[in-house]
């Protein structure tokens, strides 16, 4: 995976720049590394709560007003009719046969509807930056074969990983 990002960094953007926006439309696999990632983590899978407004007709079920409900976004991002083997990091998820990058409206990380989160833009954009400067520079190799890292996330509530060691070789 990160031979192709390399690939697609040195291809668009080389060594003697930084990378900027305008570098993300013309590079459809990074992009959707950036997508998977935020797709497989899902640092918040319960959502945020939120209260019914009203009371609200959902299939066979009422809903009163007042009641908290936690809208629970790892059922989405992780729906296996979008995704297949969601459970697999996948950056395929979200390129076309032909290896453009395509939407999904599956993919909702930071939420949806008029209660997302108002970082959403600076995030997205501070996420591709971040990796493509860092990939654009280092490769980055863990200490123990990938196979037999856990990422198993800490806690039911947050989807933080636990941390372990890497090597970042200058490139």
């Known amino acids: 995976?990160?031979?192709?990002?390399?690939?697609?960094?040195?291809?668009?953007?080389?060594?003697?720049?930084?990378?900027?926006?305008?570098?993300?439309?013309?590079?459809?696999?990074?992009?959707?590394?950036?997508?998977?990632?935020?797709?497989?983590?899902?640092?918040?899978?319960?959502?945020?709560?939120?209260?019914?407004?009203?009371?609200?007709?959902?299939?066979?079920?009422?809903?009163?007003?007042?009641?908290?409900?936690?809208?629970?976004?790892?059922?989405?991002?992780?729906?296996?009719?979008?995704?297949?083997?969601?459970?697999?990091?996948?950056?395929?998820?979200?390129?076309?046969e032909n290896g453009a990058f395509k939407n999904s409206d599956f993919f909702m990380p930071f939420s949806i509807g008029k209660r997302s989160c108002v970082g959403e833009g600076l995030a997205r954009m501070q996420l591709f930056l971040l990796l493509t400067t860092i990939l654009q520079n280092f490769t980055l190799k863990p200490l123990i074969d990938p196979k037999d890292i856990d990422i198993t996330p800490m806690t039911l509530t947050s989807n933080a990983p636990m941390s372990y060691q890497l090597i970042v070789i200058p490139r």
């Open 1 to 96: 995976m990160t031979e192709k990002v390399h690939e697609e960094i040195d291809r668009v953007i080389g060594r003697s720049r930084s990378p900027c926006m305008a570098d993300r439309s013309q590079m459809p696999y990074t992009d959707a590394v950036v997508h998977e990632t935020q797709r497989f983590v899902s640092l918040a899978p319960l959502g945020i709560p939120r209260a019914v407004t009203r009371d609200t007709h959902f299939r066979k079920y009422i809903i009163p007003k007042g009641t908290t409900i936690f809208p629970v976004l790892q059922s989405v991002l992780y729906d296996s009719k979008e995704f297949p083997k969601p459970e697999q990091f996948n950056p395929g998820h979200f390129l076309d």
